[in-house]
C-alpha cells in the first residue's frame, strides 16, 4: 500500500497553475468535469508519478486552509530553489539550518496553504525513516 496523491481545492485554477509550475510540478493531465469539478494531475520533475492533484469548481472557492497544515517538498539545493522561485515571482523565506546538512525554506501559495521546502543532509534517504526519530 502507498499514499498516491493529495487532492488540493484551489479558487484560481490558472493562478495555481503558474506557482506550481514555478515551483517545478508539471501538468500529467486533467479530467475535465467530475462531482468535486476539474482535476489536475501534477507531478515533479524526478517523480515517475502524480503527486499533487489541484481540483478546482469555481462555484467553490477555498474559504478555509486549516484542515491542511503544509505540503512538504524535498529539493536538491534549496539556495537555488529560493533563488529560481524568486527569479519566477515566487517568494520563499530565506533558508534555515535545522541540523547537520538539513535546511528548509517555507512559502505560501495563492490560496494560502503552507509549503515547507527541504534540502536533506547529503546521504539521507529520499524520504522520512525511522532513523529520522531514533
Do not use: C
Amino acid at each position: 500500500m502507498r499514499m498516491l496523491h493529495l487532492g488540493l481545492r484551489v479558487t484560481d485554477l490558472e493562478r495555481s497553475l503558474a506557482f506550481y509550475t514555478a515551483l517545478g510540478y508539471a501538468v500529467l493531465g486533467s479530467v475535465p468535469e467530475t462531482e468535486f469539478g476539474s482535476l489536475t494531475m501534477l507531478k515533479l520533475p524526478d517523480d515517475p508519478f502524480v503527486s499533487l492533484e489541484l481540483v478546482h469548481d469555481p462555484a467553490r472557492p477555498v474559504k478555509d486552509t486549516g484542515a491542511v497544515n503544509h505540503l512538504v517538498v524535498q529539493v536538491d539545493d534549496l539556495d537555488a530553489t529560493v533563488a529560481d522561485l524568486a527569479a519566477g515571482g515566487v517568494t520563499a523565506e530565506p533558508p534555515a539550518d535545522l541540523g547537520p546538512g538539513m535546511r528548509t525554506s517555507w512559502l505560501t501559495d495563492p490560496d494560502g496553504y503552507r509549503i515547507e521546502l527541504v534540502q536533506w543532509p547529503p546521504g539521507h534517504p529520499a524520504g522520512m525513516t525511522a532513523a529520522d526519530f531514533a
